[in-house]
């Protein structure tokens, strides 16, 4: 069982360190232009938050963090969701899915217009998540900043 909170000032570490590790293992990005990307962009999250328009998401599973999940607006019609990732043990059991739900509740709460994001070709099991929710491919490109080559993928959804 999980439950989902709104984050903490104390989470913010958990959240850097926990995408750092997660994707330096599983996909290998260990750049120095994807640790600053990361990390300054959790940063400038915490820094710019407007509680109105933006939110941050944290799972925890037995009392532990093991996901998160953010909102943060990009202009007063159009939010950007961030930052998401669950904790390899806890895939599969349903807090992504509540994760992601939270979030474009969130969205529609605040009214905005339309949500974005960026992924990439690979997280098969994210992908199907946005998919699943009506969110669409936009645009992609090739990304060669954080390691191997990757295809980044802008998906969105018009709430």
């Known amino acids: 069982s999980f439950t989902i909170r709104p984050f903490r000032e104390t989470d913010v ?9 997660l994707y330096a293992e ?3 990005f260990v750049s120095p232009v ?5 990390t300054g962009g ?6 710019q938050f407007d509680s109105s328009r933006d939110c941050m998401y ?17 202009d007063d019609r159009t939010a950007q969701l961030r930052f998401f990732f669950m ?5 599969g059991m349903g807090a992504g ?5 939270r979030a474009i509740g969130f969205c529609r709460k605040a009214e905005y217009g339309k949500v974005f994001l960026w992924t990439f070709r690979t997280l098969d099991a994210a992908r199907h998540l946005y998919a699943g929710r009506g969110f ?6 090739v990304n060669n900043e954080w390691g191997e080559p990757i295809l980044e993928e802008k998906w969105e959804l018009e709430l």
């Open 58 to 74: 944290i799972a925890e599973r037995e009392g532990s963090p093991c996901g998160c999940i953010a909102i943060t607006h990009a």
């Open 13 to 21: 570490e958990y959240v850097i360190a926990g995408q750092l590790a």
């Open 87 to 91: 904790e390899r043990e806890c895939r």
């Open 34 to 38: 994807w640790h600053n990307y990361l």
């Open 42 to 47: 959790v940063q400038d999250f915490v820094r």
């Open 97 to 101: 899915r509540q994760l992601i739900d």
């Open 136 to 141: 669409l491919i936009t645009e992609t490109h």
């Open 26 to 28: 599983e996909y290998g």
